[in-house]
């Protein structure tokens, strides 16, 4: 036993491992917040709920929409005025509420501007017209919901037996889709902020310099910091898949052991680009700029929350070269896909070789002092 | 063989000449002292010696080695403790004082009679966060003791300390010169801790040594401290307010 404690690969993972689980943000950021997002994100695209849409309503002669509006809808009071609330009832699709405000052209460009109203509908000689910005897709879903009630008033009644037959197989929920997406951004972050960040404030702190003014060999303090992260990410993404599991149903659908080579070979790419970001700087605030500037573009583009696809085909080509967007792509297809060990052999060798690569760079411009 | 030999040694940051070639020689066993007003370039002549700063020109050689071809052995021999360093808040004294101590391949035997030397038993479990200034100054000398170093480098140990936080770490380093197996180089702009502590006493400032010896040597008829001494060297005080009552 005396032999491990006097060992400095083992005391510099323990003292790492301490410092990280003395934090208590540790535990928030790492493991509580990935939780709620889930919890948040999950509910808010998973549970069918009332839409409630509003429409300002500018006429001089009347139309179709005031005796429709006359057998379906009743006053209502909203934000102090009387608006008519027609309720749409839809078993599959949630049920729809529509105010319609009867207003004057300036009043309703002033609810438009303000947002509290998406469509405006005037007559032209007695025909109903749809004004709105074609590029706001609320907008567009009131066009076609209301067009289509306009056109067939008579089936509203029955829309609950539509046709609409709801998917429900695992895999094609929004969940579905969020679940591998925050794991793999659990790790970038765990990662980015754990070794790079953990680097540049012993930097600034001479702990660095102390550190080298010892026979302490340099790539066991690296070593000790990767391997803590390592086994934090595995159980904080551990806590997450049961947690999702417990409240959301997600199972794996592939392979176990090609989940795991790819998040270590994640792991691996991550924590070779965070030393190359901690390489030089000794300022926390150059340090968090970097990390920033590391990690937002890839937050945002590497579809954690959304799909990178509505992206122009240019721009997609550059997404998927993005450690963020392989790693997640390659995870998902293994949780949603049932993807097995040759479909993850590229991304997990792409990924491999990008981490070890930015460590050797990191470690030949590492600045220790 | 002396134990110290810096050779004609320059260092420059940018624009600034830090140390203008300084030469000297420090002995086995002795306690010297760099006494000089801030950015005088006492840390970084300091720095030199401890192989963590390059010298442009000149040679620093450790009990006849330098750091170029001898780190690894030079590191294993000598013990340091740098102006301002922060040790790890979230961990505690034993456990700071483990971690330096795996460098050495050092065990809890020496852990527990350095945290002894430094007086330090009453705060072992406690976090380095929740350690007065006095403290982490004497947990800084208890990590540079680990390896019971030949040569003992410490940058301004006492800056910022009460007078009476001070007087403790005098005493650990007096104790230890007593034993007289430590070489120690202090860097420091407190005139009293080089008169009690130290045998020999080198006066730089700019970058150059203005004067160095025994403290007898350097006084006389009208220099009757190391500060009047100072101030008939360049003109200027040393450090008024350090002086301890």
């Not at chain 1, 500018?58 to 006053?75: C, N």
């Not at chain 1, 340099?218 to 159980?235: C, D, G, T």
């Not at chain 2, 010297?32 to 401890?50: D, F, H, I, Q, S």
Request: aromatic share 8%; hydrophobic share 45%; glycine share 8%.
């Amino acid at each position: 036993m005396k032999s491990i404690k006097t060992n400095q690969l083992y005391q510099l993972t323990l003292t790492q491992l301490l410092e990280t689980v003395r934090e208590p943000s540790v535990l928030f950021w790492g493991i509580v917040f990935p939780i709620l997002i889930s919890i948040g994100l999950g509910l808010a695209f998973t549970q069918t709920s009332e839409s409630k849409f509003h429409i300002a309503v500018v006429e001089k002669q009347p139309t179709q929409l005031d005796s429709l509006l006359k057998i379906s809808a009743k006053p209502t009071q909203h934000k102090g005025q009387t608006v008519q609330t027609w309720k749409v009832t839809d078993k599959t699709l949630g049920n729809t509420e529509l105010n319609f405000l009867y207003t004057d052209w300036k009043n309703a460009i002033i609810s438009l501007k303000r947002g509290e109203a998406d469509v405006i509908i005037s007559d032209s000689l007695g025909q109903i017209c749809y004004r709105f910005d074609p590029h706001n897709s609320q907008a567009q879903l009131i066009y076609m919901k209301l067009s289509y009630l306009m056109k067939h008033p008579t089936t509203v009644a029955s829309s609950d037996q539509g046709r609409i037959e709801p998917l429900t197989l695992k895999g094609v929920r929004y969940i579905d889709f969020l679940i591998p997406g925050l794991i793999t951004l659990g790790i970038l972050n765990a990662l980015m902020w754990g070794i790079s960040y953990a680097i540049i404030e012993r930097r600034n702190q001479k702990l660095l310099r102390r550190m080298v003014a010892t026979p302490m060999k340099k790539s066991n303090f690296l070593i000790a910091m990767m391997l803590v992260r390592f086994v934090m990410n595995l159980i904080e993404a551990g806590i997450l898949f049961f947690f999702s599991w417990l409240f959301f149903g997600i199972t794996i659908q592939g392979n176990i052991g090609a989940l795991m080579t790819v998040l270590l070979a994640g792991n691996i790419a991550f924590a070779g680009l965070s030393v190359l970001v901690a390489c030089r700087t000794a300022k926390t605030e150059v340090g968090q700029g970097w990390i920033n500037a590391v990690t937002m573009p890839m937050m945002i583009l590497s579809g954690i929350f959304f799909s990178y696809h509505n992206f122009p085909d240019l721009a997609v080509k550059a997404i998927k070269l993005l450690p963020l967007t392989a790693l997640t792509d390659g995870v998902r297809s293994i949780f949603n896909e049932g993807a097995g060990w040759m479909d993850i052999a590229t991304p997990t060798l792409a990924l491999s070789a990008f981490g070890v690569l930015c460590f050797i760079l990191g470690l030949r411009f590492f600045k220790w002092g | 063989m002396h134990q110290i030999e810096v050779k004609d040694v320059i260092k420059s940051f940018k624009d600034v000449q830090a140390v203008r070639g300084v030469s000297l020689t420090i002995e086995p066993g002795e306690f010297v002292a760099l006494l000089g007003p801030n950015g005088a370039g006492k840390t970084t002549l300091v720095e030199m010696m401890e192989g963590l700063k390059k010298p442009d020109k000149g040679e620093i050689l450790i009990q006849g080695k330098n750091w170029q071809k001898h780190e690894k052995e030079l590191r294993k021999i000598i013990g340091l403790s740098l102006q301002e360093t922060r040790f790890t808040e979230k961990l505690t004294i034993r456990e700071t004082l483990r971690l330096f101590a795996s460098f050495f391949k050092l065990g809890d035997d020496r852990v527990n009679e350095v945290i002894a030397l430094t007086e330090l038993e009453s705060k072992e479990k406690s976090f380095v966060g929740t350690l007065s200034g006095g403290q982490r100054q004497r947990l800084a000398l208890a990590v540079a003791l680990l390896n019971h170093p030949e040569v003992l480098f410490l940058d301004e140990p006492t800056t910022g300390l009460d007078p009476h936080s001070r007087l403790d770490l005098w005493n650990i380093l007096k104790g230890l010169k007593d034993q007289g197996k430590t070489t120690l180089i202090l860097t420091t702009h407190y005139m009293e801790e080089a008169e009690s502590l130290c045998d020999h006493i080198i006066i730089l400032d700019e970058g150059k040594i203005l004067r160095e010896g025994q403290l007898h040597e350097l006084l006389d008829e009208n220099s009757h401290n190391l500060d009047e001494l100072f101030i008939n060297l360049t003109g200027k005080k040393l450090n008024e307010e350090a002086q301890i009552k």
